[in-house]
Structure formats: structure tokens, C-alpha cells
């Protein structure tokens, strides 16, 4: 999976088709990701104690990676990612440019 936590990301796919935001969370065997402000779902939450009151609280719920592109902030465009090996370590790449990430 070339998305990680952390990574900017467009939504290519779905009903939040067009909306970016910042990957929170990558479920590499089930293929997904946990990206902010985007799928949100409500569920019903149990009362923990005083300081965890039940009650319905809206959260973001997974995506499949494949609904998902790594987002270009200089360009304002989605880019496809890559990997190569460089100085001995695997590094990622666009594929847009070919600069490498971090």
C-alpha cells in the first residue's frame, strides 16, 4: 500500500468524490485507510464512566485505498505513487515528476 498515515489525499471515488484531507489512520490488510472530515458515520457510543458519557458521535470510518490518490500540493493535482531504490534504501516517488517524498 503506497498511502500512509500522515499523507494528503483526494478523493477520486464516491460520494466524497473531489474532497482532500490528511490520512489519520492505514488498515494495510483489509486495503484501508481512515482519511479526516471524510465517510462520516454516526454511531451510538455506550456511557464509560464520568469522563466517557454515552450518547451519538459522529465519526470518520474507513475507505478502500483504491477510492483515494495522493495529493500534489504544488500542483493542486492528484499524483500516482512508485517506489525505487536509492543509496540503498526504498523510497517513494511521484510518478507525476518523479521527485521523491520525504
Keep these: 500500500m503506497r498511502?500512509?498515515?500522515?499523507d494528503t489525499v483526494?478523493?477520486?471515488a464516491?460520494?466524497?468524490k473531489g474532497?482532500?484531507?490528511?490520512v489519520l489512520r492505514t488498515f494495510p490488510k483489509e486495503d484501508k485507510v481512515v482519511v479526516e472530515k471524510v465517510n462520516?458515520?454516526?454511531k451510538h457510543q455506550k456511557p464509560k464512566g464520568p469522563q466517557h458519557p454515552g450518547?451519538?458521535?459522529?465519526?470518520?470510518?474507513?475507505?478502500?485505498?483504491?477510492?483515494?490518490?495522493?495529493?500534489?500540493?504544488?500542483?493542486?493535482?492528484?499524483?500516482?505513487?512508485?517506489?525505487?531504490?536509492?543509496d540503498g534504501k526504498k523510497v517513494r516517488f511521484k510518478k507525476?515528476?518523479?521527485n521523491t517524498i520525504k
Design 19 to 22: 474532497s482532500t484531507g490528511k
Design 40 to 42: 462520516m458515520v454516526k
Design 96 to 98: 507525476s515528476d518523479g
Design 55 to 86: 450518547g451519538i458521535v459522529e465519526m470518520e470510518a474507513p475507505i478502500h485505498v483504491s477510492n483515494v490518490m495522493y495529493f500534489d500540493s504544488k500542483t493542486g493535482k492528484g499524483t500516482k505513487l512508485g517506489y525505487r531504490i536509492e
Design 3 to 6: 498511502i500512509k498515515k500522515g
Design 14 to 16: 464516491g460520494k466524497y
Design 10 to 12: 483526494k478523493v477520486i
